[in-house]
């Protein structure tokens, strides 16, 4: 069956797809005897209930093949089932026992894989974003792309972590993902060599003839409020009097540390605010002290920017501290709750979501840009590291035009001297 066909068929079978999810969960659910009890409902338990074990009697009496008739396995099933209907996609997940245990080995910032958040979006999985330099990005794995095949076996009817799983290996194998790019309306298959995967915090330089520096938050992770002082402070020594704060492609992390980078550049007010499933609301204040709270800022966002980087973009937004720039967020917001289970797995539930410190609701809704400018698909976007040896025409001619945007509205976008002698280092001014 070609690749495209495969695709529509696929995408028809959403709808049916998500529909037999909580089927699934019905009917997968008892850790009993195997020739299956008798239908004993519990005082608590709901009446549909009955048909759940009725279905787990007649698959355990009737399946041809008894060997995968594993009571552990199905139990999970049921459970992946359950999880999946309640449509939290990308976020409220169930954990094996060795799914606990490499969580944890992630919270350690140290694994082996391809170096891309992976989330859920229409019940498919889809690249959220790859961090800056990791083999997914140098491979050219973009935010969006769908996640078709992983080394040719189908993954669009797993769970997220059965296909993260098949994404991770050890450091120098090869791995082949089939994706499809809904922009381009086609297949691709594009080979990775795993490596160590280092999650990176943030980088700073300043853009080429002008008094603008770019800093770069790769993700929101523990240490990235100290790197963005240090980052901040170098740039302000090094001449910056404005910033563009790039939080593109950024797959989010802590709250903690969306709180503290977002109380740089904010004096007063609320982060965020959190909504708790009783419906109660928690505000969280800005923390004093920030080393930029009159600096002017511009804020670069777009698809993949998710959960902690669009905290940090609706409050520079709703506090009217910059101006937001690129495409709607991905729309990113349950806080997660771990319950831990009896036989080492773990739930992680979405038991409360964040809203803007205006009150508007960022899940599966986005961060909208202030100032729209879409970026053609495999458009080059602009790296702390690329300003390290860019000149001022390299950087008129740039793909980026979100970056040329912002550098627009600060009036300081340059312009090369005509005059300049060719071959020459040319002479630059700065329109401000």
């Not at 300043?206 to 402070?233: C, Y």
């Not at 797959?251 to 903690?256: H, I, V």
């Amino acid at each position: 069956m070609k690749k495209s066909l495969k695709i529509a068929i696929v995408t028809i079978g959403l709808f049916i797809l998500a529909f037999g999810s909580f089927g699934i969960g019905l009917a997968l659910g008892n850790t009993g005897n195997l020739l299956g009890p008798a239908i004993v409902r519990a005082e608590d338990q709901p009446e549909e209930f009955d048909v759940f074990w009725q279905v787990w009697q007649i698959a355990h009496r009737n399946f041809i093949d008894k060997d995968i008739l594993d009571t552990t396995q199905l139990t999970y099933g049921a459970i992946n089932g359950l999880i999946q209907a309640l449509g939290d996609e990308g976020h409220t997940r169930f954990l094996t026992p060795e799914e606990v245990k490499q969580q944890r080995t992630n919270i350690s910032g140290k694994f082996f894989g391809i170096g891309a958040q992976v989330g859920l979006e229409d019940g498919l999985p889809v690249i959220v974003a790859p961090f800056d330099g990791s083999p997914a990005d140098e491979a050219g794995v973009q935010s969006g792309d769908i996640i078709i095949e992983v080394d040719g076996t189908d993954v669009t009817g797993l769970s997220l972590n059965e296909t993260i799983s098949m994404i991770r290996g050890e450091k120098g194998t090869e791995v082949v993902l089939t994706i499809f790019r809904p922009e381009l309306n086609e297949s691709l298959e594009i080979s990775i060599i795993r490596d160590e995967i280092k999650v990176p915090a943030a980088n700073w330089n300043m853009i080429p003839g002008t008094d603008v520096a770019l800093i770069r938050l790769s993700q929101f992770s523990a240490n990235l409020d100290d790197n963005l002082i240090e980052s901040i402070k170098e740039a302000e020594a090094a001449g910056a009097t404005k910033l563009i704060v790039d939080v593109r492609n950024n797959p989010g992390g802590l709250l903690e540390q969306a709180i503290k980078v977002t109380s740089e550049f904010l004096s007063e007010g609320n982060v965020l605010i959190q909504e708790n499933a009783d419906g109660s609301r928690e505000p969280f204040p800005v923390r004093s002290g920030g080393v930029a709270p009159e600096v002017p800022i511009m804020v670069l966002i777009n698809h993949g920017t998710a959960s902690s980087s669009e905290i940090f973009a609706g409050a520079i937004q709703d506090h009217e501290r910059g101006t937001v720039i690129g495409e709607t967020s991905f729309g990113t917001g349950t806080v997660l709750r771990p319950f831990e289970l009896e036989d080492g797995s773990a739930l992680l539930l979405g038991t409360s979501q964040w809203l803007t410190a205006d009150g508007r609701l960022i899940r599966k809704q986005g961060i909208e840009p202030d100032v729209v400018v879409e970026l053609p698909i495999g458009s080059d976007i602009i790296s702390p590291d690329d300003l390290e040896a860019m000149t001022v025409s390299e950087l008129l001619a740039s793909e980026d035009a979100q970056v040329l945007k912002a550098l627009d509205l600060f009036g300081s976008l340059p312009q090369a001297d005509l005059d300049a002698v060719e071959g020459q280092p040319q002479e630059m001014t700065v329109t401000k």
